[in-house]
């Protein structure tokens, strides 16, 4: 019994300690670059163009073509759109408000609504119109940036050095990643003002301005995403056996005790019957031993990888992580609706207007 007693809690340590691996976390790290598409495309004004502002003493100006239909939007527009028709009029009243405190005289623009503008302007006498043709609210992520470089690690979910992933099907579950990222991430915060300057004596363009202002993004982004992944146990098939050999190394070893032997011949059946249940149960333990000391088998990566919501959205924390160089300075888990992203929408709003105002003032002077 005493030697017994020596080598089970050894046993039950090495049971415990070799079954107790736990989940994993598969990670994936994707790099990306800016696409520089955010240009600016106002012409230098020409000479004549800066003597008809000089001249100017009222102006008016005529909102874009999706400012004046009022009809609500249905229900295939997108958000993107429900937010612009809502704006145009925030646009109008500050484009309005800036050129007054320009000191320009300027006439309201929902008096230019409903007919051919420049005739109102006309019958108005307005010197200058200027005709808003674009009024843009942000830019989906994959317009601004392209993936350049995508890496697959593993660490283990308590906490530990992250290593290298592999994954079998690597180009799949690439674009996988690639494709759930732009439908997840929010449109990055933008305005785009475009606008031409309509001289209203003789109808020709004098100038065009085109300007895009939007939060520093960076050029290089990091984001990062994670799976967990439960182990599974390997040893099944073994732990059945280990139940079998012990239950009858059990019943081989109580035969002798539920009939006891009265012969020296059955006395060395007993004995037989004993050993071989001995020799059974030791099969058992060992058996068990091995199932636990097994590796734990964990899901393929690329069945697991971009299949569903990450760790962070389903906690909505992105982890969204700076590389060198990198401006990262908005939340993934933002809606058009959002007041963090109202507030910056109509502050980006107010900058490119109060250029485009100042543009104006310049060619007075």
């Known amino acids: ?18 079954g107790c691996a736990g989940p994993k976390v598969y990670v994936v790290d994707m790099e990306l670059e800016g696409r520089r598409v955010l240009q600016t495309g106002a012409a230098e004004p020409a000479p004549e163009a800066r003597d008809i502002v000089k001249a100017a003493v009222s102006l008016a100006f005529n909102p874009p073509d999706a400012c004046s239909d009022v009809k609500a939007a249905g229900a295939g527009a997108t958000e993107v759109n429900n937010v612009m028709r809502l704006q145009c009029g925030v646009l109008m009243t500050e484009l309005e408000a800036a050129a007054t405190r320009a000191g320009f005289s300027v006439l309201s623009w929902q008096t230019l609504r409903g007919g ?28 601004l940036y392209s993936v350049t470089n995508m890496a697959f ?18 180009m799949t579950t690439a674009r996988r990643c690639q494709e759930q990222y732009w439908k997840a991430a929010t449109p990055a915060q933008t305005v ?5 300057m309509v001289s209203v004596s003789d109808g020709r363009v004098r100038w065009t301005y085109r300007d895009t202002m939007s939060d520093d993004l960076g050029q290089r982004l990091q984001v990062r995403r994670s799976w967990l992944a439960q182990p599974e146990q390997s040893g099944s098939g073994l732990i059945t056996l280990s139940g079998v050999a012990v239950g009858a190394g059990l019943g081989l070893i109580l035969i002798p005790v539920l009939d006891p032997p009265s012969t020296a011949k059955e006395e060395a059946t007993a004995e037989t019957l004993r050993l071989i249940g001995g020799v059974s149960i030791g099969v058992g333990v060992a058996a068990l031993i091995t199932s636990f000391i097994l590796p734990k088998s964990y899901p393929e990566p690329d069945a697991l990888i971009c299949q569903g919501p990450a760790i962070e959205e389903q906690r909505q924390q992105p982890q969204l992580v700076n590389s060198a160089g990198a401006s990262i300075s908005f939340n993934e888990q933002q809606t058009l609706k ?10 980006l709003l107010n900058a490119v207007i109060e250029k485009f105002i100042a543009s104006v003032q310049a060619m007075k002077r």
């Open 1 to 18: 019994m005493g030697r017994a007693s020596s080598w089970i809690p050894a046993l039950l340590g090495v049971i415990a300690a070799s």
């Open 116 to 143: 051919r503008a420049i005739d109102y302007a006309r019958e108005k006498n307005v010197d200058i119109l200027f005709e808003v043709n674009d009024l843009s609210f942000d830019i989906p992520v994959q317009d």
């Open 153 to 170: 690690t593993e660490r283990p979910a308590a906490g530990g050095a992250q290593r290298p992933l592999v994954v079998p099907d690597t």
């Open 192 to 196: 785009t003002l475009d606008v031409k």
């Open 338 to 347: 959002g007041a963090g992203s109202e507030q910056a929408r109509r502050r």
